[in-house]
């Protein structure tokens, strides 16, 4: 397995974390409806909007998995998905070098499919990632990813409007 790196601007990135003022905050419903309809469009198993902070992924939202409210950062998906300004997709982690040994992928989860794009805080730092996750392997062309963007977009939009 094969961490995300820890960047120079760690301070930096964690600031623009604390600045989003949504880290540990309750559930909230628009996000919720959110990441439910990126499950119903892409058919797939979860979706999740995430926060990483210094060692865990936190899930501010989640459709189609309960009862988790962070795992961590080490392990995370989302640490790398947040230095991809275009987005990341992994299509089979089981054939990707980074995570093909990741415990979510050999272990009882079981994880496949991941498509991730990068929420950013108020200076544009990744803070966090609005995901899709699947224990089968997807084909996720150009047409979704946009889709996929589209509806990152309005995640952000819904963490600027905490804030202001």
Not at 133 to 142: I, T
């Amino acid at each position: 397995m094969k961490p995300a790196p820890i960047p120079a601007n760690e301070a930096d990135r964690m600031a623009d974390v604390q600045a989003a003022h949504i880290l540990n905050t309750p559930r909230e419903e628009r996000f919720d409806r959110l990441t439910d309809l990126a499950k119903e469009i892409f058919g797939v198993n979860m979706a999740l909007i995430t926060i990483v902070d210094s060692d865990r992924q936190w899930f501010k939202s989640t459709c189609g998995l309960e009862g988790v409210s962070e795992t961590p950062r080490d392990a995370g998906f989302c640490a790398h998905a947040i230095f991809e300004p275009g987005g990341m997709v992994i299509p089979d982690a089981t054939k990707d070098p980074r995570f093909a040994d990741n415990p979510f992928v050999t272990g009882d989860f079981g994880l496949r499919f991941y498509a991730g794009v990068p929420l950013r805080g108020p200076s544009g730092q990744g803070i966090g990632a609005f995901c899709l996750v699947d224990q089968q392997p997807h084909e996720f062309g150009p047409h979704q990813l946009s889709i996929l963007k589209k509806l990152a977009a309005l995640v952000q939009a819904e963490v600027e409007r905490r804030d202001a």
